[in-house]
């Protein structure tokens, strides 16, 4: 956690010496603060309150910070929802896979104003995108499969750009789809439509990451630090 709060119920963040409780269960939590992990906030091994926490990455507090403190790891429940954002959606930071039940459990929890923001480093050389004369379209090889059932929308921050071309499989001398790179991306992708056969694949469409940062934060934009330009 980047927040906690004081013996006054303010959020504070993370600082050498301070004591501090959980917003969600109230428990102390005691301040990690070394030399080569972002200061934060952490229960004692074990005892995270939240089912749902996963480990953190700089990608997570990168976009935690963009926000006014107040709309980041908000007390919704038993849950600590990622992000708020300019328009009070939901907004879950997913570094890791979730199975499908985990998927439609945390979209039921959270309602219909609410979005995933999946980063794509991990798997940026399998998310393909390319523009065509109908639109903009997308294949995942390899996918992490439960994001194909997402019921709300599924945005991916970080993928490759190219052109599908055709050419022979090396294999089986058919003629198939390629894909010829051009560059990675930083923008954000939106995927729209969905066909897991023979491979995950469907239609989308590219939002400029200064687009996105403004839905994200407000009309006044902040430049974004380095982990997610």
Known sequence: MIYALDQGGLRIAAEPGLSATCPCCRETVAPRCGELRVW???????????????????????WKRL?????????????????????????????????????????????????????????????????????????????????SYARRPVFIHGFSMGDLLKGPNR???????????????????????????????GTGRIVPLSRFLEWMVGKEEPDPPSEVR
Not at 47 to 57: F, H, I, N, Y
Not at 172 to 200: A, C, L, M, W
Request: glycine share 8%; charged share 25%; aromatic share 12%.
């Open 40 to 62: 934060h906030w952490a229960h004692a091994a074990g005892a995270e309150c939240d089912p749902w926490w996963e480990p953190e990455t700089e990608w997570h507090r990168s």
């Open 67 to 147: 926000v006014p403190s107040e709309r980041s790891e908000v007390v919704l429940g038993e849950h600590r929802a990622d992000l708020i954002a300019s328009d009070g959606a939901v907004v879950e930071l997913q570094n890791s896979p979730l199975s499908v039940q985990e998927l439609r459990e945390r979209e039921a929890f959270y309602g219909p104003r609410m979005v995933w923001l999946l980063n794509g480093n991990a798997f940026r050389g399998n998310f393909r995108v390319q523009r065509t004369g109908v639109g903009t379209r997308f294949q995942w090889a390899w996918p992490r499969l439960g994001w």
């Open 171 to 201: 294999v089986t001398g058919k003629v198939e789809p390629r894909f010829r790179p051009s560059h990675e991306s930083n923008d954000v992708f939106q995927i729209k439509s969905v066909r897991r056969r023979p491979y995950v694949q």
